[in-house]
């Protein structure tokens, strides 16, 4: 990985992380937990060692879309991530919490603290591809959590109803500051196709994305339908049996990355 002045190491010498790719969106609820999981499924399934290290703390979703149900184990060589079906290593506050549905009420400083643990501290061993849930926003923990891990490549998660191209002049400002390169958007709930037709709808009018994409120089690199089943498998935790080709050409993207 690429190695900002403040990086801090991780204290194990048991972690080899080849490739850390940070997923970020404007807001909650766009998607942006979804994209990070489909991900880590696209790249397991193509055969890499992948792990989710999920730094939304406050709005932890990955053990419910896995369906996650043991909690992590520590020793006094650290902390155990916690694999997925598939095989996908995760970390999560939800992992560490006995109750899962108590509130998450931290301030900034703790809540960077626990994701800066969860680099140094979790034993995850030898991965191809980690890719990080980050907190939403650009404000000021998706920032330290920024500067506390080395991430190579930031993946920006839009939707059609969000203000697209403000969110988007922030992530590239933040990526500038960082000096970490951006792999590319994704627009989210981007269209319905209706099963009695097989018609595309914008559901929430003309993307805009197009132009915002240009101005930045960013690439597209995957649109991802509004589609019930998605929904379906997250609250099931079945998202590893979830078929879907969106997300294709950004995991082609990431294998190419230098
Ligand atoms: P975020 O991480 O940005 O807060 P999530 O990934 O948790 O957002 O998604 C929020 C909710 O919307 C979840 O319940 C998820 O299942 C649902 N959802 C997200 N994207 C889609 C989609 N394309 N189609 C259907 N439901 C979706």
Redesign the pocket.
Known sequence: GQQPDSLIEPTNEYNDIKKIIGVV?GK????????TSLLAVTMQRAGYKTAILDA?IT?P?IPKTFKLEEKAVANELGIFPVKTKTGIETMSVNSILENDTDPVVWRGPVIAGTVKQFWTDVLWGDIDYMFI?MP?GTGDVPLTVFQSIPVDGIVI?TSPQELVSMIVTKAVKMAELMNIPIVGLVE??SYFTCPDNGKDYQIFGDSHIEEVAAKHGLDILGR?????K??AA??KGMIELFEGEWLEELAHKLENMK
Not at 28 to 35: D, N, R, Y
């Open positions: 969106s909650g609820g766009v998607g942006k937990s979804l994209v939304d709005g979703s849930d939403p998660v989210n709930m991802i339908p509004i589609d019930p998605l929904a997250c609250d």
